[in-house]
């Protein structure tokens, strides 16, 4: 933050798959690494993970508000939210902090919390390479061939397991990758299965590449 300070730059937060998920009252990154929100320039995110609705937001001052609403074409030739959409997104924030007379909201947080954390773990334990916070609900696992991608996402769809997959050019050539968005609503066993299968095909295309695997942890 200094340095943004310090080279005049603005701070731009994309909390597209942090906010509603992370941070102990789910209000994202600048919670979880105890950052004051005030600090950063220029807040986006999406409707579309947490919330369970579509579209998203723009969070920042007065100033670059007016900027954006004046210059942006989105601002000006996208529809409007409509109504069932907003009110979907308010139901949800309301859940997630704790203002619908329930603790609903910081349940599904700790379950989606354990939930990262185990298959994070387990995925490490196995041999494959994972990239991210060890925190975090979006989980990559990292393929690398381009001509894996496919067969992966094959396999895991004949075994009934369907997968983000991610290459060129949403990612470096080298870099492809799966996806895992993880749920509080996922079951230790919907996981387990999940995982069972993962094993297998990891085994099969050969993808364990970690020269360091976890061990297994003994807390299981």
């Given at each position: 933050?200094?340095?943004?300070?310090?080279?005049?730059a603005?701070?731009?937060l994309?909390e597209?798959?942090s906010?509603?998920?992370?941070?102990e009252?789910?209000?994202?990154?600048?919670?979880?690494?105890?950052?004051?929100?005030?600090?950063?320039?220029?807040?986006?995110?999406t409707?579309?993970?947490?919330?369970?609705a579509?579209?998203?937001?723009?969070?920042?001052?007065?100033?670059?508000?007016d900027?954006?609403?004046?210059?942006?074409?989105?601002?000006?030739?996208?529809?409007?939210?409509?109504?069932?959409?907003?009110?979907?997104?308010?139901?949800?924030?309301?859940?997630?902090?704790?203002?619908?007379g329930?603790?609903?909201g910081?349940?599904?947080?700790?379950?989606l919390?354990e939930?990262?954390?185990?298959?994070?773990?387990?995925?490490?334990?196995?041999?494959f390479?994972?990239?991210g916070?060890?925190?975090?609900?979006v989980?990559?696992?990292?393929?690398?061939?381009?001509?894996?991608?496919a067969?992966?996402?094959?396999?895991?769809?004949?075994?009934?397991?369907?997968?983000?997959?991610?290459g060129?050019?949403?990612?470096?050539?080298?870099?492809?990758?799966?996806?895992?968005?993880?749920s509080?609503?996922?079951?230790?066993?919907?996981?387990d299965?999940?995982?069972?299968?993962?094993?297998?095909?990891?085994?099969?295309?050969?993808?364990?590449?970690?020269?360091h695997?976890?061990?297994?942890?003994?807390?299981?």
């Amino acid at each position: 933050m200094f340095m943004m300070r310090v080279w005049q730059a603005y701070v731009y937060l994309d909390e597209a798959h942090s906010i509603g998920s992370m941070g102990e009252t789910g209000r994202g990154v600048c919670e979880y690494w105890g950052v004051n929100p005030a600090d950063i320039d220029i807040m986006m995110g999406t409707f579309t993970k947490s919330f369970g609705a579509c579209g998203g937001y723009i969070a920042s001052s007065k100033e670059v508000i007016d900027h954006l609403r004046r210059h942006s074409h989105s601002d000006s030739y996208a529809t409007s939210m409509s109504a069932p959409v907003a009110a979907q997104t308010l139901a949800a924030m309301k859940t997630i902090m704790g203002r619908d007379g329930t603790d609903d909201g910081r349940r599904r947080l700790r379950q989606l919390a354990e939930n990262s954390r185990y298959v994070r773990q387990r995925l490490m334990e196995m041999g494959f390479i994972v990239w991210g916070n060890h925190d975090s609900p979006v989980i990559p696992l990292m393929i690398f061939h381009p001509a894996t991608l496919a067969a992966f996402s094959r396999e895991l769809l004949n075994k009934g397991i369907g997968v983000v997959v991610v290459g060129f050019p949403a990612t470096g050539i080298t870099e492809t990758r799966a996806r895992f968005c993880l749920s509080a609503a996922h079951t230790r066993e919907m996981l387990d299965e999940a995982l069972k299968v993962l094993d297998d095909v990891g085994d099969r295309l050969q993808l364990k590449y970690s020269r360091h695997p976890l061990k297994p942890s003994a807390s299981r």
